[in-house]
T-cell receptor
Framework: NAGVTQTPKFRVLKTGQSMTLLCAQD?????MYWYRQDPGMGLRLIHY???????AKGEVPDGYNVSRLKKQNFLLGLESAAPSQTSVYFC????????????FGSGTRLTVV | AQSVTQLDSQVPVFEEAPVELRCNYS??????LFWYVQYPNQGLQLLLK??????LVKGINGFEAEFNKSQTSFHLRKPSVHISDTAEYFC????????????????FGRGTQLTVWP
């Protein structure tokens, strides 16, 4: 089925370790987004991309990096994980035009100990 | 930037009772409006959206929402809830017109947890 796929679904990291979260979409969408969800905070935008090879900062970019080398993939990297980055991470994509909502992935639950 | 306020963080109701989840947004300019639902341990899925036309929008699972431009509100309603409606609900807004790279970007409220009791 067409959609947004996130890997991995779960991960436990030790403080200081690094990792990359992968988001892949097969809908030929131009725009892709990474959010983190924390209790009582809703969804906060980390980084986003308006097309292949472009990225931009969202509301809470510190401690994260992203890359969009291919249109269908959007990678979120944590260079040196901290306990404050324990969260559920969601990737989303949308097509061109403001009337489209987002299609979300099922999330990655990350725990940093 | 837009801001979205969901006035209730938790809404407990009994099964078969009506429910209203409230949402207000900041901008008076033209916007698109959305409600998303998140079931436990799942991603967000689109419940309904307002783009233009009739201010009463019907969505999946018997939900509907009414756009009120003068009050900048987009409240979600269901006349009779079921246990299976227990979930977190998010209101979101995006700009209708391009104001730079924000076109199409969704701004989310903090969510309302709806709990339906038997």
């Amino acid at each position: 089925n067409a959609g947004v796929t996130q890997t991995p679904k779960f991960r436990v990291l030790k403080t200081g370790q690094s990792m990359t979260l992968l988001c892949a979409q097969d809908m030929n969408h131009e725009y892709m987004y990474w959010y983190r969800q924390d209790p009582g905070m809703g969804l906060r935008l980390i980084h986003y991309s308006v097309g292949e090879g472009t990225t931009a900062k969202g509301e809470v970019p510190d401690g994260y990096n992203v890359s969009r080398l291919k249109k269908q993939n959007f990678l979120l990297g944590l260079e040196s994980a901290a306990p404050s980055q324990t969260s559920v991470y969601f990737c989303a994509s949308r097509g061109v035009g403001g009337s489209y909502g987002y299609t979300f992935g099922s999330g990655t639950r990350l725990t940093v100990v | 930037a837009q801001s979205v306020t969901q006035l209730d963080s938790q809404v407990p109701v009994f099964e078969e009772a009506p429910v209203e989840l409230r949402c207000n947004y900041s901008s008076s300019v033209s916007v698109y409006l959305f409600w998303y639902v998140q079931y436990p341990n799942q991603g967000l899925q689109l419940l309904l959206k307002y783009l233009s036309g009739s201010t009463l929008v019907k969505g999946i699972n018997g939900f509907e929402a009414e756009f009120n431009k003068s009050q900048t509100s987009f409240h979600l309603r269901k006349p009779s809830v079921h246990i299976s409606d227990t979930a977190e609900y998010f209101c979101a807004v995006s700009d209708r017109f391009d104001r730079g790279s924000t076109l199409g970007r969704l701004y989310f409220g903090r969510g309302t947890q709806l709990t339906v009791w038997p």
